[in-house]
């Protein structure tokens, strides 16, 4: 197993956290209530890793993260994932994710489509729930039949991935219901 560092930066959402290895980018966390919580997160997949400054590729990427979350429709699709310890299928899942562009969607059936079949659609709504570099690969450009914004594991929620469509432009088809 190559050796893993982490970093924390600031985003118009909050502060981000971001792992690597000598292969690419591992994780990256979106904000939660707290540095320490965020911190967390990373750590429950990886273990406590060591805080380092992040070198020039990682920085390439936290400088896309930043300028996407600030709606500046940033390609991300150069930088580098290493997708090792996740399924086939989910590395399927991910690789077409990361073809939407900023202000694009597709939905889950439109993915599972393209994987084997639409039945596959909870499938790829599992795998985007545990993707491991958010952002990058921008599940949150996923939404459910309809336009309907489905799910997002992050902080907030179905809040956050709206926020981030908006930066983006995208058109979503959701009228919040009387509970939420």
């Known amino acids: 197993m190559t050796a893993h560092s982490t970093t924390m930066f600031d985003t118009a959402l909050g502060r981000c956290g971001i792992a690597w ?20 997160r990373i750590s429950q997949r990886y273990g406590d890793l ?70 596959l659609s909870r499938e790829v709504g599992q795998a985007l729930g545990r993707n491991p570099v958010p952002i990058i690969v921008p599940c949150h450009r996923v939404l459910a039949a309809g336009g309907k914004p489905g799910g997002f594991s992050a902080n907030g929620g179905v809040a956050t991935k709206l926020k981030l469509l908006a930066i983006e432009g995208a058109v979503v088809n959701y009228t919040p219901s009387l509970f939420e």
């Open 50 to 119: 060591p805080e380092r400054a992040p070198p020039p590729d990682v920085q390439h990427a936290i400088d896309g993260i930043v300028a996407l979350i600030a709606g500046e429709p940033v390609d991300l699709t150069d930088i580098p994932v290493d997708l090792t310890d996740v399924s086939d299928f989910q590395r399927g899942v991910y690789t077409i994710t990361r073809t939407i562009a900023p202000g694009r969607t597709l939905s889950y059936g439109d993915i599972a489509k393209q994987l084997g079949g639409v039945g």
């Open 21 to 40: 290895g000598d292969r690419g980018i591992v994780a990256v966390q979106l904000p939660q209530p707290s540095d320490a919580q965020t911190r967390a």
